[in-house]
């Protein structure tokens, strides 16, 4: 079992929106600097959210992160058929220093 | 932007020695980051395998430390891993990434390895 737990999947429709959850299942998760990364099987996973609320240059707003006690949450808006991939968080378990990054299940996103 | 691509064996027999490589084009291996490995076998989660800074400092998952050995080339323009002593539960798919603090910022494709007799 994954340190940080996402749902298997979601669904949505075009147009719609949709969140993933990701709880942290341990204490010394740093849920101040989770990443959220989109991920088409046989490509190369791409980072979409870093210190859990921020998002590179490159990636558009409708990808938004947020915190809600012992869950970060990836916010999807007015989805899009190329939205369907693999999400997956991330963080340090234990911290940088001393610790382990650790990675979600995953969750699988289709575009109904 | 720096693109990474993995390249291994595909397949490798039970108690051997895994070889990874990882080339890093667009870009030098950079003293601002991390070079990392993180593998995903069929059906799991991702696992972190560990990661090398190009002094030469390493970092590695405590679960599979006793077995795992990073380094840099001197070219800085590829960075390996090696994994002895593999078993069927090493199957994965592999991939190498560039990693800052807090962040994973690029990834290769992965390269799939299977460990069988």
């Known amino acids: 079992q994954s340190v940080l737990t996402q749902p298997p999947s979601v669904s949505a429709a075009p147009g719609q929106r949709v969140t993933i959850s990701c709880s942290a299942n341990s204490s010394n998760l740093d849920l101040d600097y989770v990443c959220w990364y989109q991920h088409v099987p046989g490509a190369a996973p791409t980072l979409l959210i870093y210190d859990t609320i921020k998002r590179p240059l490159r990636i558009p707003d409708r990808f938004s992160g947020s915190r809600s006690g012992t869950s970060v949450i990836l916010d999807i808006a007015g989805l899009q058929s190329g939205d369907e991939a693999n999400y997956f968080c991330?963080?340090?378990?234990?911290?940088?220093?001393?610790?382990?990054?650790?990675f979600g299940g995953g969750t699988k996103l289709t575009v109904l | 932007q720096v693109l990474l691509q993995e390249s291994g064996p595909g397949l490798i027999k039970p108690s051997e020695t895994l070889s990874l490589t990882c080339a890093v084009s667009?870009?030098?291996?950079?003293?601002?980051?991390?070079w990392s490995w993180v593998r995903q076998p069929p059906g799991k989660a991702l696992e972190w395998i560990g990661e090398?800074?190009?002094?030469?400092?390493?970092k590695y998952n405590p679960s599979l430390k006793s077995r795992v050995t990073m380094s840099v080339d001197n070219s800085k323009t590829q960075f390996s891993l090696k994994l002895s002593s593999v078993t069927a539960a090493d199957t994965a798919i592999y991939y190498c990434?560039?990693?800052?603090?807090?962040?994973?910022?690029?990834w290769g494709n992965g390269t799939t390895v299977t460990v069988s007799s």
């Open positions: 991330g963080t340090w378990a234990g911290g940088p220093s001393v610790g382990r990054r650790v």
């Open positions: 990434a560039r990693a800052g603090l807090f962040y994973m910022d690029s």
């Open positions: 090398i800074y190009p002094s030469g400092t390493t």
């Open positions: 667009g870009g030098s291996i950079t003293n601002s980051h991390w």
